[in-house]
């Protein structure tokens, strides 16, 4: 079957690899239609590197996948030839003490299709356990079911860092998590969604999505925006989606006393100088995130209900052939790309 491989970095190949194998008992075979490029993807194509680990080249990525059910192993229940759905791309074991007490993101023995440890779904087919599959709507389109995973995440995130209506709430960065971010946050009764980013394209597209206030912080600072805006109290919540220096600092600098950071991003490198000082002296909380925890339920619902704009967020396909240029566009936040997804 056909395959996208990172190759070396920023140098993405169409490529044969191995076809999987026959479902075996609690599996199915899925045809991949479409996966979205994520940050993590990003980060080993321009890197080489995500979170501290090396890309293994050549590697498969893509863990934002939908499809199609092509075969079902023995014991399968509930899916059959045909159904449409999305995938989940962390395998866990459902065995140990995270999985027992129901924090699946945390498993010890978690195997993610992805890159390191598993390719990932920039490929024709997959065989999967069909426990990682959810079927979804009839009429959802594929390009729009790639938004699940993500969408998944900022469903956790709310979990962890829940806040009152009315509240307001700092997004540093607007990538396609910083986007979907606001448009959760506006859904759960934000009163104020205030947004940092350097990209003017993606600014315009905040907007859209939801945020009452844009800093171009190629202009201003985002923590003396953001102070200024909340009358030099800060903000209860501020989600940083970009895990870069110069937007946790800041973050850290511009959350209220009492109040909590949630950083979502994954940053390029071990983050020094960290203002830790100025954190404690507000006795605010510093949270960090692992992918979701099953919300992907909630996620396809949300976007059944149509009350998040996926149009306006998937703003490029690319057939698999390709998938260098979904990369080199996405990495260059070229032609007012939001996110961009490999139609297969």
């Known amino acids: 079957m056909q395959s996208a491989q990172l190759v070396a970095c920023e140098r993405i190949e169409l490529r044969e690899m191995p ?42 990525l893509g863990h934002e996948p939908a499809g199609e059910v092509m075969a079902v192993g023995p014991a399968v229940e509930n899916l059959a030839p045909g159904d449409r759905v999305a995938v989940e791309p962390a395998i866990t074991c459902g065995r140990c003490e995270f999985c027992i007490a129901g924090r699946h993101n945390l498993c010890e023995n978690v195997i993610f299709l992805g890159g390191v440890q598993a390719p990932g779904l920039l490929r024709e087919f997959a065989t999967v356990p069909a426990r990682n599959v959810v079927p979804i709507p009839a009429g959802m389109d594929f390009s ?108 850290l600098r511009a959350v209220r006393p009492g109040g909590r950071v949630l950083l979502i991003g994954i940053p390029s490198q071990a983050v020094t100088g960290v203002d830790l000082h100025q954190t404690m002296s507000r006795e605010a909380t510093l949270l960090t995130l692992k992918r979701s925890n099953r919300n992907d339920h909630v996620a396809i619902e949300l976007l059944r209900s149509g009350r998040i704009a996926v149009d306006k967020l998937v703003t490029h396909r690319f057939p698999l052939a390709r998938a260098d240029r979904a990369f080199q566009t996405a990495a260059e936040y070229a032609d007012g790309v939001a996110k961009a997804v490999v139609v297969i």
């Open 19 to 60: 076809d999987p194998p026959d479902p075996g008992p609690g599996e199915v075979t899925v045809r991949l239609r479409a996966v979205g490029l994520c940050g993590t993807d990003l980060h080993f194509y321009s890197e080489g590197s995500c979170g501290g680990s090396p890309a293994p080249y050549p590697c498969v």
């Open 144 to 251: 729009m079911a790639t938004v699940i995973e993500p969408l998944a995440i900022i469903l956790h995130a709310m979990e962890l860092a829940p806040f009152e209506a009315g509240a307001t709430i700092a997004v540093m960065g607007a990538g396609p998590i910083g986007l979907l971010t606001i448009a959760v946050a506006r859904i759960a009764g934000a009163g104020r969604i205030i947004v940092a980013d350097r990209v003017r394209h993606r600014l315009a597209l905040a907007r859209e999505m939801g945020a009452d206030t844009v800093v171009d912080i190629s202009r201003e600072q985002a923590a003396e925006a953001i102070l200024d805006l909340t009358g030099g109290r800060g903000a209860p919540l501020i989600i940083d989606a970009a895990g870069k220096p110069d937007s946790l600092n800041p973050a």
